[in-house]
């Protein structure tokens, strides 16, 4: 299992630091959640914080994009330095758009699905992407409770892929992952997992991050 800590949980006073122990700490990618208190009830941080933390770490930045109109932002986030850009399925950018402009700057393209939408609705998009992000809990903040009634859609989408050899697809799981549920991730095949405060709430972080991989 591949993880991703969640920097909604970090110390915005040192986001640098923050970054660099998650890196030290064994961290695979860095995940930062971008919202805009429109797409999501709640605004955290765009591009520019972005940009002013890329250097302290080379690891994948995971940018994921809470927000209306993706589209318009592509360039910004491009320019931030983010490897992955995932956005909602259920945004107001054209999909097809959307994702031909984040390959046209080279970075790797997933589309998001928050709980009540269904599997189908990424499927025409699939030959497309490089991962599909299935939100575990509803967008929006942190430390709430693991759905496992989402596993079901995870395994609905790996099998998609599989059925269409699209074998390279990652499967993401985000909200509520921790000691407890990521076992059931795990089972159902989701590949990186997202973390906020299992990491970030832990006594030792590194230790967190090696029981979280294990799986
Ligand atoms: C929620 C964010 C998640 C969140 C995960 O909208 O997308 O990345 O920070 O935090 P935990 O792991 O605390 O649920
Ligand atoms: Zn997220």
């Not at 986001?15 to 605004?43: K, Q, S, T, Y």
């Not at 302290?56 to 931030?80: C, E, G, Q, W």
């Not at 973390?195 to 230790?207: C, E, H, I, Y």
Request: with cysteine; proline share 6%; aromatic share 8%.
């Amino acid at each position: 299992m591949k993880i991703a800590p969640s920097l909604l949980s970090c110390d915005f006073s040192k986001m640098g630091e923050e970054i660099e122990r998650m890196d030290l700490a064994g961290a695979d990618w860095m995940h930062l959640d971008v919202m805009d208190g429109h797409f999501v009830p709640n605004i955290t941080f765009g591009a520019p914080v972005i940009k002013a933390v890329r250097k302290f770490s080379n690891r994948p930045f995971d940018v994921h994009l809470m927000i209306s109109d993706p589209l318009k932002y592509i360039d910004d986030f491009a320019d931030a330095g983010a490897d992955i850009i995932t956005f909602h399925v259920e945004c107001d950018s054209d999909i097809d758009d959307t994702i031909a402009k984040i390959k046209s700057r080279g970075i790797k393209p997933g589309l998001v699905l928050k709980p009540n939408t269904p599997a189908w609705t990424v499927f025409p998009y699939l030959e497309k992407l490089d991962l599909v992000l299935v939100m575990t809990v509803e967008p929006g903040f942190g430390g709430q409770s693991f759905m496992p009634e989402m596993m079901p859609k995870v395994k609905e989408i790996k099998r998609e892929c599989q059925r269409r050899g699209l074998n390279n697809i990652l499967i993401e799981a985000d909200g509520g992952i921790g000691r407890d549920t990521i076992e059931q991730a795990s089972e159902a095949g989701v590949d990186v997992c997202v973390a906020g405060t299992a990491v970030f709430r832990a006594a030792d972080p590194a230790k967190a991050i090696e029981l979280f991989k294990s799986f």
